[in-house]
């Protein structure tokens, strides 16, 4: 069976998979084809290629790219504090579990983007709205993660800890929050995405600057070629995040054992020993000791 190729291997086939999607994109719009879908409303990668050059060479593009990164790092960043804090409380305490934790389930399932209206209502600007709801979005799965990393946490670590004398907060910041940081970073890279799709649904809602503001706008201005610049710049933004929040997770825990897999390779089993054939005159396993058994 071949081997899977190496890196510089597998960065090609990225490149080519990338490029064959283009190449298909570029086909079925050039050709007008409608079977089914219609992709003669489409906009060719060339018309979308242009308009995107365009858009560079002019400054509303770069505002309304920062004003993005601004609200989701600032939303993002309160979701992670707030979150990884709610989460280990109702974790470890029965307490906060009773106090908070009937309200969070209800709140839970609402989705964020059905809170702009209460967003308007309650902060003086959009600007803070749009942080409000960007920080809800993400708040939920890093809460979720976390609560059940920490819960999944073997209690003999814990009894370590205490056999050593060490106290309450010894415990939290070397056991609790090391164990579970695996989880926690699997609910950051959750809410990371959940926050751009919330992010760009209020910008689109209440915004006035944005990516999600612009998108909408050139679609009101049967734009299309700048609609589709819009989708692409929020894919790139959201895989750009959340491969950092992912290289940030396996940098802060390269303590835990890595396992690499490569399709293709084949596990050694286990060679399997056949049994001793048991003669007349010789022991069983019960006539011999334990410390000789294999």
């Not at 003999?156 to 056991?175: C, D, N, Y």
């Amino acid at each position: 069976m071949p081997r899977y190729p190496r890196r510089a291997g597998r960065y090609a086939l990225r490149v080519a998979s990338l490029a064959a999607a283009l190449g298909t994109w570029q086909l079925l719009t050039s050709l007008d084809v409608n079977l089914w879908l219609r992709f003669s409303q489409f906009p060719t990668v060339t018309d979308v290629a242009h308009a995107f050059t365009a858009r560079l060479s002019g400054p509303d593009y770069w505002t309304d790219l920062a004003d993005s990164l601004t609200r989701i790092l600032t939303g993002f960043l309160l979701a992670a504090v707030l979150g990884v804090a709610t989460g280990v409380l109702v974790a470890r305490s029965r307490l906060a579990e009773d106090l908070l934790g009937p309200v969070l389930e209800v709140i839970r399932p609402v989705p964020a983007i059905a809170l702009v209206p209460v967003a308007i209502l309650l902060f003086p600007s959009n600007e803070q709205g749009i942080v409000f709801i960007t920080c809800t979005a993400a708040f939920f799965p890093v809460l979720v993660s976390t609560r059940h990393a920490v819960r999944a946490l073997s209690p003999v670590w814990e009894e370590a800890v205490l056999t050593m004398g060490g106290g309450r907060w010894r415990i939290l910041a070397s056991v609790v929050l090391p164990g579970a940081l695996p989880g926690i970073f699997g609910g950051l890279s959750v809410g990371i995405g959940v926050s751009w799709i919330c992010v760009i649904s209020a910008e689109m809602i209440s915004g006035q600057y944005g990516v999600g503001y612009r998108t909408w706008q050139d679609y009101t201005v049967v734009d299309y070629p700048g609609v589709f610049v819009g989708m692409v710049t929020i894919g790139v933004l959201g895989w750009l995040t959340s491969t950092a929040v992912e290289l940030l997770g396996r940098r802060l825990t390269h303590w835990l054992p890595r396992t690499s897999y490569a399709p293709g390779t084949r596990v050694p089993r286990a060679r399997a020993v056949a049994p001793t054939p048991v003669t007349a005159g010789s022991k069983t396993e019960e006539e011999v000791p334990h410390d000789q058994l294999v």
